[in-house]
Nanobody, 123 residues
Framework: QVQLVESGGGLVQAGGSLRLSCAAS????????MGWFRQAPGKGRDFVAAITWTGGSTYYADSVKGRFTISRDNAKNTVYLQMNMLKPEDTAVYYC????????????????WGQGTQVTVSS
């Protein structure tokens, strides 16, 4: 069992930066590959980024490549999402989750979702 709590969201101007954190409880956190998803108003939940349990491999949606960076610190049971050059279209609720399947890009392969943190980017 893993419990996840996201933080770090807020209101930022276009071009600005935010760093999201996802703190996990549970001794097995370091064994899970982790992902970030986002959901804009009236839309489905979309894949943003994922990282393997060792941190050795990362995966990104095309829309955030070169702007966002996912990382993790297993000693702190925390996954991060550094978001730079933010755009208004990045506005969404951001969620972290633990991968229990094999497809990093599908929300159906994740479990133990956090409650989400709101990111709002003004133009």
């Amino acid at each position: 069992q893993v419990q996840l709590v996201e933080s770090g969201g807020g209101l930022v101007q276009a071009g600005g930066s935010l760093r999201l954190s996802c703190a996990a409880s549970g001794r097995t956190f370091s064994r899970y590959d982790m992902g970030w998803f986002r959901q804009a108003p009236g839309k489905g939940r979309d894949f943003v980024a994922a990282i393997t349990w060792t941190g050795g491999s990362t995966y990104y949606a095309d829309s955030v490549k070169g702007r966002f960076t996912i990382s993790r610190d297993n000693a702190k049971n925390t996954v991060y999402l550094q978001m730079n050059m933010l755009k208004p279209e990045d506005t969404a609720v951001y969620y972290c989750a633990a991968l229990i399947g094999v497809n990093y890009y599908s929300e159906n392969h994740y479990n133990y979702w956090g409650q989400g943190t709101q990111v709002t980017v003004s133009s």
